[in-house]
């Protein structure tokens, strides 16, 4: 069965940091570019980065560049988002998500993706 699963959300203060993972099962990440998106209460959900092994393609939405960093282990099959200087309109529901034969850009839709993991709670205090 496929599966992602996302942990390593949390509660944090403004400028502190979290590692998010999102561990998949059932599939190899060779095929797919692997997104993460997040989701406010009220609010669309976003494109936040994804990353794909295939071509080793990396992007970012602007509102995160400088401090996030997306980054994969294979061997374990997990995509991880290092989480610095972190803001309170960071709070949301973060998302991991799998494309088959996907073009790694956060301009991509999510209706594009094909598996979704059930989300983690970040929420970051003032």
């Known amino acids: 069965e496929v599966q992602l699963v996302e942990s390593g959300g949390g509660l944090v203060q403004a400028g502190g940091s979290l590692r998010l993972s999102c561990a998949a099962s059932g599939f190899t990440f060779d095929d797919y570019a692997i997104g993460w998106f997040r989701q406010a209460p009220g609010q669309e959900r976003d494109g936040v980065s994804c990353i794909s092994s295939s071509d080793g393609r990396i992007d970012y939405a602007d509102s995160v560049k400088g401090r996030f960093t997306i980054s994969s282990d294979n061997a374990k099959n997990t995509v991880y988002l290092q989480m610095n200087s972190l803001k309170p309109e960071d709070t949301a529901v973060y998302y991991c998500?799998?494309?088959?034969?996907?073009?790694?850009?956060?301009?991509?839709?999510?209706?594009?993706?094909?598996?979704w993991g059930q989300g983690t709670q970040v929420t970051v205090s003032s």
């Open positions: 998500a799998a494309d088959y034969l996907g073009y790694c850009s956060v301009v991509v839709a999510g209706s594009e993706y094909d598996y």
